[in-house]
């Protein structure tokens, strides 16, 4: 896993975590930026993911609530809970 490696002090290389992993069929892989995960509960990205039968959907479902959430200004971690702006960038597969 990779975070906050722009910009960071510390070589990149001492901040890695690296894993092999085997994915099988219908598993999912989910790649996002901080947009997404400092707005968005990992309960509430894991849910979409398995309940929307493919990744479109996914994500579909996705933006949707990540336009929800900026709209009425609540997200996860700022402050008290106030929707962080940043970019939002999901890969799915």
Known sequence: MVQSSVGYSVPLADKLNIARA???PNDRLVLATDGVTDNL???EIAG???DKRTPRQAM???VQ????????NKGRLYG??????DDATVILR
Do not use: P
């Open 80 to 85: 008290s809970g106030e929707f962080k702006i």
């Open 60 to 62: 579909a479902a996705l």
């Open 41 to 43: 509960y990992l309960k």
């Open 65 to 72: 609530l990540l336009g929800e959430k900026r709209q009425s």
């Open 48 to 50: 979409i993911v398995h």
């Open 22 to 24: 085997t994915l099988r």
